[in-house]
């Protein structure tokens, strides 16, 4: 299982929980199996989030891999100007 | 090189060490300069077509209205009238959704308004005419009926309970019950425990402070060159940051197949995340598909000011604690942003990049995103983070002074550094604050003595950068010189570095290398310019392009030499072959290869297209200098220091031009420029003379130091450099004012009458 940490406003979706576990490879697995447990997050990842997979923050490579000891953040999807 | 292939692995593995480079880090003549500086390079302006057409736009006069009715009979009866469009010309099928699931429709809404005018200068009807000047006139006589609504220009006034609601519903779960409706978005992130961190602090310190809004100042207004026919095919010629994402938007907008749009973006007179997004260019085509003639359609400055994106505005309030010895013990901050009458203002930025330059066990920051009567917000370099950071770093500032610490090695002390969990959540990679830091310290400027009247300001800042999605295709010549496509427009000299790095690659000299921005119908897809990704992403695709190209030009060699392709190996422009087993052979010049290509196995390229996951994060530390006249208000920048970590500065002249053009940017912020709104919710300073940018004569020289910490994502080691300057100016500058006027200046801009009200007030007159 990974540990994936969400930002502290995501409470509201996910139970009351800051960490999510959920069996995942890649970094669209990822994402899936947050909406499998809490689908209220559906909306948010629609909306567009990054990931951060050990400091690397990934904006949208589903296939990027993720390791049982990958720390995990889900971060708001970033853009530039 | 396929997508499947590019696997970036796990804290990014894309370095190649030991580079000895030939090309890289020299400065040559930029490859477009000749065109720009005769008249030759042809902007969003300079496009025409047989049989063109003139548009113009009708925009509200009002910041927030009901229209009841349209009537544009009288505009197409004007002789020399083509076509008149409104918002039953574009797509109905695009809904309405919560937050930014949303934003196609928000982004339709902002290019021609719905049934309600939501500010002043929105969009509401539009004409194609033989003339310019008949477009206008016709526009004068569509007469529309509206309902005037109150309205709400104020982040803070948008947020209190009696604020006009602007779109009820259109907030997403994020936002906490019992929020006004114009709260749309809410972020809240952080670690440890903020209560205990500020108990253990000798000094805490709480204040707010507010930014207004303010345009990126692109000197080449918006224009474009739309044809459209009954058929569904068009192609349309525009300024952008981003010709994919228009085609994107348009065909959406207009229900055309993606593919039957062809976009080709023009030389940019400036950009700055400004040009991210789409305004006119949807109109030009609905016209144009009505018409059956070609429109443009060409934005006026006013135009530019009232209907294109400024940044956010800002409120924030701040609470930092720490002791005496520098230490800090915890952080917060709550930061509202308003970007307009629809959702995005970048709060989640402002909060993310508020502390990250600092290892904190104890941060808590809070994000609102406001919707108010103005214009949609578009990105401006580093959207978000030169906000937070004229925040928080002037509270730091203020503990220094009173804790008597100095200033550089108080953030040297806290600074993040690899292995640091970020305040946004993750721990960093490898990273360049420390470095920067410890430069500044070194530089001359820092120890220099300041005059009577000056005070000194420094300030740290960070920006994430971007990858995004990248094509590009090289082509070599039967004369051994190269060709490069690449879709990512030229804002910042990224030609001339897409040549470098080819050359070094390919071990043939920067001029005989061309760099050409593709059209949409001659490349894959590729991401806008924005995010500072275009040296880091097109570059990585550069060089992999390079690279395949070497790699058949080995393949050629062995073949002629009759010897295995690894039995070669390239070198400085030449096949060679790798050792004594591998054969006695003359090696072979590019030229001497690519002359037989066609007979020995056809046309020689490369390509590379992927969606590279490995920018690298950039921190920049200024130092400032500045002089108040109290008897005006009136504020000079003596002297000013940039130093940031480039990675690797491909073309250090670029890189130092985009340090000085933050720098530059951020002293307008801080010092003049801001969006003003009168009682009636209108704009009242849509122009160059009253919004006032700096000139030549504003500025100091602007010193630079570039830090190279390599980014382990790149092969070169390359981090975007475009943003992250434009971070630390806005406190920079204060922290110097304030040291100068002996007032903490909290409100920005600092323009002359708030300096005398701040020095009025501390004075008690």
């Known amino acids: 299982m990974v540990e994936v940490h969400l930002w502290s406003g995501l409470r509201a979706q996910a139970g009351g929980r800051e960490v999510v576990e959920v069996e995942a490879k890649t970094v669209g697995e990822v994402l899936s199996g947050l909406v499998a447990a809490h689908p209220e997050l559906q909306e948010v990842i629609d909306a567009g989030v990054s990931v951060a997979v050990d400091g690397r923050i990934i904006a949208s490579g589903l296939t990027e891999p993720v390791n049982e000891d990958s720390e995990v953040y889900l971060m708001q999807r970033l853009k530039g100007g | ?765």
């Open chain 2, 1 to 765: 090189m396929a997508l499947d292939e590019y696997k970036p692995q796990k804290g990014g593995d894309e370095l190649e060490q030991g580079h000895a480079f030939k090309y890289v880090g020299t400065r040559p003549d930029r490859p477009d300069g000749t065109d720009k500086v005769t008249g030759r390079a042809r902007f969003g302006a300079d496009i025409t077509a047989p049989g063109m057409l003139h548009g113009a736009i009708l925009r509200s006069p009002h910041a927030h209205a009901r229209i009841v009715s349209i009537d544009t009979a009288k505009a197409e009866a004007l002789d020399g009238v083509k076509a008149v469009v409104t918002r039953a010309d574009f797509s109905d099928a695009i809904q309405p959704a919560p937050g930014m699931a949303g934003e196609m429709w928000n982004v339709l809404e902002n290019v021609m308004a719905g049934d309600k005018a939501l500010y002043d200068g929105h969009a509401i009807a539009a004409v194609a005419a033989t003339s310019a000047l008949t477009a206008r006139d016709a526009v004068k006589l569509i007469e529309v009926t509206y309902e005037v609504l109150p309205h709400v220009t104020d982040v803070d006034a948008a947020m209190a309970d009696d604020a006009p609601v602007i779109r009820d519903g259109t907030a997403d779960k994020s936002v906490p019950p019992g929020l006004h409706p114009n709260v749309v978005r809410y972020h809240q992130s952080g670690h440890g425990d903020v209560a205990t961190g500020f108990a253990e602090a000798d000094l805490v310190i709480e204040d707010s402070f507010t930014t207004e809004a303010t345009h990126q100042g692109y000197i080449e207004p918006h224009a474009c060159l739309g044809i459209l026919g009954g058929d569904g095919k068009g192609e349309l010629w525009c300024c952008t940051q981003g010709h994919w994402n228009v085609q994107k938007i348009c065909a959406a907008l207009l229900d055309l197949e993606t593919s039957q749009l062809r976009v080709t973006a023009s030389e940019i007179g400036g950009g700055f995340g400004g040009k991210t997004t789409v305004f006119i260019e949807p109109v030009a085509l609905a016209l144009s598909r009505k018409a059956n003639k070609p429109v443009k359609l060409v934005m006026s400055r006013a135009e530019v000011f009232r209907a294109t994106g400024p940044t956010a505005s800002t409120s924030m309030d701040i609470k930092i604690g720490m002791n005496k010895d520098g230490t800090i013990t915890a952080a917060q901050g709550v930061f509202r942003a308003q970007g307009g009458a629809f959702p995005g203002a970048p709060m989640e930025f402002t909060a993310m990049c508020a502390f990250a330059p600092y290892n904190l066990a104890n941060v808590h920051q809070v994000g609102y995103d406001v919707m108010t009567n103005r214009p949609k917000q578009a990105a401006y370099r580093a959207p978000g983070s030169p906000m937070a950071a004229f925040a928080v770093e002037s509270v730091i500032d203020e503990l220094c002074n009173q804790l008597g610490l100095d200033p550089l090695e108080v953030r040297l002390k806290n600074a993040s550094r690899e292995g640091t969990r970020a305040s946004y959540g993750p721990k960093f990679q490898r990273i360049g604050l420390v470095e920067t830091i410890e430069a500044a310290m070194a530089h001359p400027h820092y120890s220099a003595p300041l005059e009577p009247g000056q005070g000194r300001g420094i300030s740290c800042g960070f920006w994430f950068n971007h990858g995004g999605e990248t094509s590009v295709t090289l082509a070599l010549s039967e004369d051994g010189s190269a060709q490069i496509m690449v879709g990512t427009p030229d804002i910042g000299g990224s030609r001339s570095s897409m040549a470098l790095m080819a050359a070094e690659v390919l071990g043939i000299p920067y001029e005989n290398i061309r760099v050409t921005v593709a059209d949409t119908a001659s490349l894959g897809y590729n991401e806008v310019s924005h995010g500072s990704r275009v040296t880091y992403a097109s570059g990585l695709a550069t060089i992999k392009a390079a690279e395949a190209a070497v790699r058949e030009l080995c393949r050629r060699a062995a073949a002629k030499w009759g010897i295995e392709e690894d039995a070669v190996y390239w070198e400085d422009g030449y096949a060679k072959p790798s050792g004594p087993n591998a054969g006695d052979f003359e090696p072979l010049h590019i030229s001497k290869i690519t002359r037989r290509m066609g007979a020995t196995g056809g046309p020689i390229n490369g390509h590379f297209e992927a969606t590279p996951e490995g920018a690298g994060v950039s921190f920049a530390t200024h130092i400032v200098d500045a002089e108040v006249d109290p008897e005006t208000g009136s504020t000079k920048v003596v002297r000013y220091t940039v130093v940031q970590d480039a990675g690797k500065a491909i073309h250090p002249t670029y890189v130092e031009g985009q340090f000085q053009g933050g720098a530059a940017q951020g002293i307008g912020w801080a010092l003049n420029e801001e969006y003003i709104y009168g009682a009636d919710g209108r704009l009242q300073n849509a122009g160059f003379l009253d919004y006032r940018i700096p000139v030549a004569s504003d500025l100091p020289m602007i010193d630079t130091v570039i830090v190279e910490v390599p980014n382990p994502g790149h092969p070169y080691g390359v981090r975007g450099v475009g943003e992250t300057s434009i971070c630390p100016p806005l406190a920079a500058i204060a922290n110097a004012v304030s040291a100068a006027a002996g007032v903490r200046m909290r409100n920005l801009p600092m323009s002359p009458p708030r300096i005398l009200a701040a020095l009025e007030e501390q004075s008690g007159g």
